[in-house]
């Protein structure tokens, strides 16, 4: 077959298409509506999904549906930032949960799980880079046991930040940097928080336990993390911590022990398997995960 080229209607997109063979290659799409560029992060989130870095929105495809849209405002997040009174974008992140979709929602619901999708703006908050307020999640009342999260990068360059507790002394930090087809889970206890440490912005997608409460308290009384992650690419040390120790950098985390392929999608994943992603609401049944994921360099 020769090659083709055209405007390809798609949903509520335009689709310039070129290429050759019956899988044309898609290399520009533009918002039918406001003709602003789209990025198709599809084969990084498993559905499909089309991005639009100057809205900091996602549009979703067909039969995917979302809890209503959430924008998180600088303002609201004040109280967790380094200096509070510092000027940075309104418009921190867009974040979309319960994202619903063909094949994976009663699987998903299931097994205790959620899933989610977040945007972030890039830039800088005072000295610190874009970031997250910081949460730790309640524990399971069944097990006593904090739930979990997986995040999967689908754009952009992120630092996810794990501290060991929300408490005055920490006793340990794991920084993990990721990027497209690259995830990062999140032990039991742990409270994080997520930066755009790149020069664009980010989108992620997030496996959770919708039980899971998110406890903002915490981080929000020492104003945020243990250290503060710099747009510098310094870590600096909160002062409003009585202990913190020195930061490990982790690669990205793999699950060969759950089937999990290097940048499978983990919506794809659990497709394969149901069971692939129980550590996220049953953290307490894989303690050889959390002992490699936190034990590892
Ligand atoms: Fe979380």
């Not at 097990?143 to 754009?155: A, K, P, R």
């Not at 659990?270 to 550590?279: K, M, Q, T, W, Y």
Request: with cysteine; hydrophobic share 35%; glycine share 12%.
């Amino acid at each position: 077959m020769g090659a083709r080229r055209g405007i390809w209607r798609r949903g509520r997109f335009r689709v310039w298409m070129t290429g050759r063979g019956q899988e044309p290659l898609i290399h520009r799409a533009f918002h039918e509506k406001t003709g602003t560029p789209m990025i198709d992060l599809s084969k990084y989130a498993g559905i499909g999904v089309q991005f639009e870095a100057e809205t900091l929105t996602l549009s979703f495809g067909s039969g995917v549906t979302t809890a209503p849209v959430t924008v998180r405002s600088l303002d609201e997040v004040r109280p967790m930032l380094r200096d509070p009174e510092c000027s940075g974008p309104e418009h921190l992140y867009t974040i979309y949960m319960d994202v619903k979709a063909p094949g994976v929602t009663e699987a998903l619901g299931g097994r205790g799980l959620g899933y989610g999708a977040v945007v972030y703006n890039h830039g800088v908050l005072g000295r610190e880079f874009l970031r997250s307020q910081g949460h730790v999640h309640s524990v399971a009342p069944e097990t006593g046991v904090g739930y979990s999260e997986l995040y999967e990068f689908w754009h952009g360059r992120g630092l996810v930040y794990m501290q060991s507790s929300g408490e005055d002394e920490v006793e340990d930090v794991i920084v993990v940097e990721a990027g497209p087809g690259e995830k990062v889970a999140i032990p039991p206890g742990w409270a994080h928080a997520t930066v755009n440490i790149g020069d664009e912005p980010m989108v992620f997608g997030a496996v959770y336990a919708p039980a899971a409460e998110l406890l903002y308290e915490p981080l929000r009384r020492r104003g945020g993390t243990a250290h503060h992650v710099l747009a510098d690419g310094t870590l600096e040390v909160n002062p409003a911590y009585r202990r913190v120790p020195e930061a490990r950098r982790q690669s990205p985390h793999t699950f060969p022990e759950l089937g999990i392929a290097p940048g499978q999608p983990a919506l794809v994943a659990l497709g394969r398997d149901e069971s692939c992603l129980d550590f996220v609401s049953r953290p307490d049944a894989f303690p050889g995960l959390w002992e490699r994921l936190t034990r590892g360099s």
